[in-house]
């Protein structure tokens, strides 16, 4: 029994993943007096560039073909260490929260040799700030990571958040609110959301994300597409948990609860996309580094506690 | 010599000697003149050169011409405002301005030359990198290719290479004015048909001498002026959009769509085609459709006030608009920028104000001084407040009279300079006639073709990543340009 739950969570997760890109649009689109696109517009996509051919330039090698899958594959296998509403992830191990560092790394590192590997002087631009911002969002999210794993006095993902309880909060609030707010500005950042990155914009020399895959086509965009709404399921989902940690109740009220946070989360990072503007790229860094600080504090409170 | 603004004077009474041109006209350039136009026209197998230079704090406007036949001397050295004109004069007549520090081709026009295929200017180093963006962009906008050198994200200097639009619409004048000539003005920069077609009509009837009737000019204000806010609220919109600002972005773009309508409802075409003509305008206005155009400015009016002023009241919004591509005032006064991004930089510069014709008396002007992003914004909002108060106040008080009269046969062997404030700048048209009163020489000049180098220029030492912020805040024509 405790290998089909698990399993039925990560599917789960890997199936509705796509709808937070729309429900992010829905609410926009509210905000802006439109009516927006379809909630289900990215899996049409999906299918759509599935069935398409992809196109190739004649300078891209290997590397370019396979970016967009080893990103897609990474961002699975994180997925699959995912604890889903405090249960059991499918795939757990003391110190796991590590190995999704590396992962989220590695889908980065595989985006960003495909975008060089295009020769596009947009491109490396792109993959320029990519890393350049990365360096600032990994120790706040690292240094996050490694508070909650102090406050539960467990080191795997599942652990971590198996042992979260509502009374955690009542004991650890002050570290818990911080850690929620670092991991929202991680959020935003790492999924190229308002204010440090425009998903919609069509402007290629102020993007970060979108730029390195200007070149993707067909079933490689439909990977990088996908991937990039596990890699928004991933973060809302450690958010989620955090602030709604696990409850005693049935395993369907508990997901539930954590599917209506989830949407919760879309919707909010869609009001924060409709009210502000979008930072100066030089001040992005400043954004990340209040995350740090806010995880580095978290940290100073438990080791003080 | 002096001339009148919208009135003919005789071109032969304009020449000079050689030399004394080039003398009179660095003189009156250093005395503080703006050249509104500069150019070659055929004359008995050479060539005249025409200057007409504009004293806009004076309302003064003065006009020399001498005839060359081989190189001239180049006054770009001392006044790059020039720098343009003298590249289009070598393009077009293949005289050299001698001592012009680049001759680069304007449009591309001549024989073997591929739109885009020139020298460029190259920074070298190992860390300086190389970005081109363009003639195809991303967004349905027009071509032009742009080439930054680039250290990082810090822009050392952007080249701007247009001509991609270039449809000889110049040439397509000469032998008019005729009904063909009237189309061409409205659509030779899409956006700014109100604009060019008065300026059209303008330089038409002053060489015909006709008087327009008072009521037609207001109409014609009023077209002007609606144009003028169309194009500024969508512009605040785009400002809007590239900083991801979303309310304003998306209202400001469906509030564009009304006063276009408002247009659309005086003359039957958003873009106010077929509404100017020589000696008045085709439609006029009848007591219910100025009660509903009164009615729709009035919402309209409401609505961009609140869309626009949450741009000044987002902390996020002004963050991101101040201090972002600065054009200071001596730069904005040395390359001879026109129109809204003049001044934001704070130069004082309007048709409106500093040549005064009906129905503009007594009009005021608004400047905001910094030359950043913020100020270009914001003097739009300053213009669109001005216009929104001079078609209220037309459609309350709509001269009596007719709204056009006959405009005969133009005068021979003469010339006329007609100026006007559209949206983006003074607009200048300069028409001249032959023996028969036909056009012989007609030339345009877009305010575009004055602000490209000031794009360039606020780019300087700038980020990479604000370049569509700063497009966007100039918003130039490349039509406009390349002609």
Redesign the interface.
């Given at each position: 029994m405790e290998i089909v739950k698990p399993l039925l969570q990560f599917l789960a997760a890997a199936l509705l993943a796509p709808l937070l890109p729309g429900v992010i649009n829905r609410v926009?689109a509210f905000?802006?007096?439109?009516k927006g696109r379809p909630l289900l517009q990215l899996y049409y996509d999906l299918a759509k560039l599935l069935r398409k051919t992809p196109v190739y330039s004649r300078t891209t090698t290997w590397v370019f073909r396979a970016g967009p899958l080893l990103g897609a594959a990474a961002l699975v296998t994180a997925l699959a260490l995912l604890p889903f509403a405090g249960r059991p992830s499918f795939l757990s191990f003391d110190g796991d929260f590590i190995f999704l560092l590396y992962l989220l790394g590695l889908a980065r590192f595989a985006t960003v040799l495909a975008a060089l590997d295009t020769g596009s002087?947009?491109e490396?631009?792109g993959a320029?700030?990519e890393m350049q911002f990365a360096v600032f969002a990994e120790p706040a999210f690292f240094m996050g990571l490694a508070s909650l794993a102090r406050v539960t006095g467990q080191t795997s993902l599942a652990g971590m958040f198996g042992a979260l309880t509502g009374g955690t909060w009542s004991t650890a609030a002050p570290v818990l609110a911080l850690l929620t707010a670092s991991f929202f500005l991680v959020l935003l950042a790492e999924n190229s959301r308002?204010?440090a990155d425009?998903p919609?914009?069509?402007?290629?020399?102020?993007m970060i994300h979108e730029v390195m895959v200007l070149d993707h086509s067909g079933p490689d965009l439909a990977y990088i597409l996908y991937g990039a709404a596990l890699k928004l399921w991933l973060f809302a989902a450690l958010i989620g948990s955090t602030v709604l940690p696990r409850h005693s109740g049935s395993w369907a009220g508990d997901s539930a609860l954590f599917l209506l946070m989830m949407f919760g989360l879309a919707a909010a990072v869609g009001v924060v996309?409709?009210?502000?503007?979008?930072?100066?790229?030089?001040?992005v860094p400043y954004m990340l580094i209040t995350a740090f600080a806010f995880s580095a504090l978290a940290l100073i409170f438990q080791m003080g506690r | 010599m002096k001339i009148e603004h919208q009135a003919a004077f005789s071109l032969g009474a304009s020449d000079l000697e050689p030399g004394l041109f080039f003398e009179t006209a660095a003189s009156r350039l250093a005395a503080g003149g703006r050249a509104v136009s500069y150019f070659a026209v055929p004359e008995a197998g050479a060539w005249r050169l025409v200057m007409a230079v504009a004293f806009d704090r004076e309302g003064r406007l003065e006009a020399y011409s001498t005839r060359a036949e081989g190189p001239f001397r180049a006054l770009t050295p001392a006044f790059p405002q020039l720098h343009l004109f003298e590249r289009e004069i070598y393009e077009q007549s293949g005289l050299k301005p001698e001592g012009h520090p680049w001759l680069k081709p304007v449009r591309f026009n001549t024989a073997g030359a591929v739109p885009g295929v020139a020298d460029y200017f190259a920074v070298h180093g190992s860390q300086v990198h190389e970005v081109a963006v363009g003639p195809v962009h991303a967004g349905v906008i027009e071509p032009g290719h742009f080439r930054f050198q680039c250290h990082g994200e810090k822009v050392f200097h952007l080249e701007i290479m247009l001509g991609y639009q270039h449809r000889g619409l110049e040439k397509r004048f000469i032998g008019g004015p005729g009904a063909r000539c009237l189309r061409y003005a409205e659509t030779l920069a899409g956006d700014t048909s109100a604009g060019h077609a008065w300026a059209y009509c303008g330089a038409v009837e002053a060489l015909a001498g006709v008087n327009v009737p008072p009521r037609a000019q207001a109409l014609r204000g009023l077209l002007l002026e609606l144009e003028r806010l169309a194009n500024h609220t969508g512009d605040l919109g785009a400002l809007a959009g590239d900083v991801a600002y979303l309310p304003t972005s998306s209202f400001c773009g469906r509030l564009r769509g009304d006063l276009l309508n408002m247009t659309a409802l005086v003359c039957g075409n958003r873009f106010g085609r077929n509404m100017f003509k020589p000696g008045g305008v085709s439609f006029d206005l009848d007591p219910a459709l100025i009660k509903e155009l009164k009615l729709r400015l009035e919402a309209a009016y409401r609505d961009v006030q609140n869309a626009v002023s949450l741009l000044w009241e987002t902390a996020s919004v002004r963050d991101r608009f101040e201090g972002t591509g600065v054009v200071p005032k001596e730069a904005a006064e040395g390359l001879g920028l026109v129109g809204p991004a003049a001044r934001a930089s704070g130069v004082g510069l309007d048709t409106r104000r500093n040549f005064p014709s009906e129905p503009y008396q007594g009009f005021t002007l608004g400047v905001s001084g910094s030359g950043d992003v913020y100020s270009r914004a914001y003097v739009r909002w300053l213009e669109i407040q001005k216009s929104a108060e001079l078609v209220t106040g037309w459609l309350d008080a709509l001269p009596e009279g007719p709204s056009e009269t006959e405009c005969g046969a133009l005068k021979p062997e003469s010339a006329a300079v007609s100026l006007v404030e559209g949206w983006r700048g003074q607009i200048c048209h300069v028409a001249l006639t032959d023996a028969s009163g036909v056009f012989r020489h007609y030339k345009i000049t877009d305010p575009s073709f004055h602000n490209w180098q000031g794009l360039a220029l606020a780019l300087r030492n700038g980020e990479i990543s604000d370049f569509p912020l700063c497009n966007k805040s100039f918003n130039l024509s490349y039509c406009g340009r390349d002609l």
């Amino acid at each position: 029994m405790e290998i089909v739950k698990p399993l039925l969570q990560f599917l789960a997760a890997a199936l509705l993943a796509p709808l937070l890109p729309g429900v992010i649009n829905r609410v926009k689109a509210f905000f802006a007096g439109r009516k927006g696109r379809p909630l289900l517009q990215l899996y049409y996509d999906l299918a759509k560039l599935l069935r398409k051919t992809p196109v190739y330039s004649r300078t891209t090698t290997w590397v370019f073909r396979a970016g967009p899958l080893l990103g897609a594959a990474a961002l699975v296998t994180a997925l699959a260490l995912l604890p889903f509403a405090g249960r059991p992830s499918f795939l757990s191990f003391d110190g796991d929260f590590i190995f999704l560092l590396y992962l989220l790394g590695l889908a980065r590192f595989a985006t960003v040799l495909a975008a060089l590997d295009t020769g596009s002087a947009f491109e490396g631009m792109g993959a320029s700030r990519e890393m350049q911002f990365a360096v600032f969002a990994e120790p706040a999210f690292f240094m996050g990571l490694a508070s909650l794993a102090r406050v539960t006095g467990q080191t795997s993902l599942a652990g971590m958040f198996g042992a979260l309880t509502g009374g955690t909060w009542s004991t650890a609030a002050p570290v818990l609110a911080l850690l929620t707010a670092s991991f929202f500005l991680v959020l935003l950042a790492e999924n190229s959301r308002v204010p440090a990155d425009d998903p919609d914009t069509h402007l290629e020399l102020t993007m970060i994300h979108e730029v390195m895959v200007l070149d993707h086509s067909g079933p490689d965009l439909a990977y990088i597409l996908y991937g990039a709404a596990l890699k928004l399921w991933l973060f809302a989902a450690l958010i989620g948990s955090t602030v709604l940690p696990r409850h005693s109740g049935s395993w369907a009220g508990d997901s539930a609860l954590f599917l209506l946070m989830m949407f919760g989360l879309a919707a909010a990072v869609g009001v924060v996309e409709s009210v502000i503007a979008r930072l100066r790229l030089t001040k992005v860094p400043y954004m990340l580094i209040t995350a740090f600080a806010f995880s580095a504090l978290a940290l100073i409170f438990q080791m003080g506690r | 010599m002096k001339i009148e603004h919208q009135a003919a004077f005789s071109l032969g009474a304009s020449d000079l000697e050689p030399g004394l041109f080039f003398e009179t006209a660095a003189s009156r350039l250093a005395a503080g003149g703006r050249a509104v136009s500069y150019f070659a026209v055929p004359e008995a197998g050479a060539w005249r050169l025409v200057m007409a230079v504009a004293f806009d704090r004076e309302g003064r406007l003065e006009a020399y011409s001498t005839r060359a036949e081989g190189p001239f001397r180049a006054l770009t050295p001392a006044f790059p405002q020039l720098h343009l004109f003298e590249r289009e004069i070598y393009e077009q007549s293949g005289l050299k301005p001698e001592g012009h520090p680049w001759l680069k081709p304007v449009r591309f026009n001549t024989a073997g030359a591929v739109p885009g295929v020139a020298d460029y200017f190259a920074v070298h180093g190992s860390q300086v990198h190389e970005v081109a963006v363009g003639p195809v962009h991303a967004g349905v906008i027009e071509p032009g290719h742009f080439r930054f050198q680039c250290h990082g994200e810090k822009v050392f200097h952007l080249e701007i290479m247009l001509g991609y639009q270039h449809r000889g619409l110049e040439k397509r004048f000469i032998g008019g004015p005729g009904a063909r000539c009237l189309r061409y003005a409205e659509t030779l920069a899409g956006d700014t048909s109100a604009g060019h077609a008065w300026a059209y009509c303008g330089a038409v009837e002053a060489l015909a001498g006709v008087n327009v009737p008072p009521r037609a000019q207001a109409l014609r204000g009023l077209l002007l002026e609606l144009e003028r806010l169309a194009n500024h609220t969508g512009d605040l919109g785009a400002l809007a959009g590239d900083v991801a600002y979303l309310p304003t972005s998306s209202f400001c773009g469906r509030l564009r769509g009304d006063l276009l309508n408002m247009t659309a409802l005086v003359c039957g075409n958003r873009f106010g085609r077929n509404m100017f003509k020589p000696g008045g305008v085709s439609f006029d206005l009848d007591p219910a459709l100025i009660k509903e155009l009164k009615l729709r400015l009035e919402a309209a009016y409401r609505d961009v006030q609140n869309a626009v002023s949450l741009l000044w009241e987002t902390a996020s919004v002004r963050d991101r608009f101040e201090g972002t591509g600065v054009v200071p005032k001596e730069a904005a006064e040395g390359l001879g920028l026109v129109g809204p991004a003049a001044r934001a930089s704070g130069v004082g510069l309007d048709t409106r104000r500093n040549f005064p014709s009906e129905p503009y008396q007594g009009f005021t002007l608004g400047v905001s001084g910094s030359g950043d992003v913020y100020s270009r914004a914001y003097v739009r909002w300053l213009e669109i407040q001005k216009s929104a108060e001079l078609v209220t106040g037309w459609l309350d008080a709509l001269p009596e009279g007719p709204s056009e009269t006959e405009c005969g046969a133009l005068k021979p062997e003469s010339a006329a300079v007609s100026l006007v404030e559209g949206w983006r700048g003074q607009i200048c048209h300069v028409a001249l006639t032959d023996a028969s009163g036909v056009f012989r020489h007609y030339k345009i000049t877009d305010p575009s073709f004055h602000n490209w180098q000031g794009l360039a220029l606020a780019l300087r030492n700038g980020e990479i990543s604000d370049f569509p912020l700063c497009n966007k805040s100039f918003n130039l024509s490349y039509c406009g340009r390349d002609l």
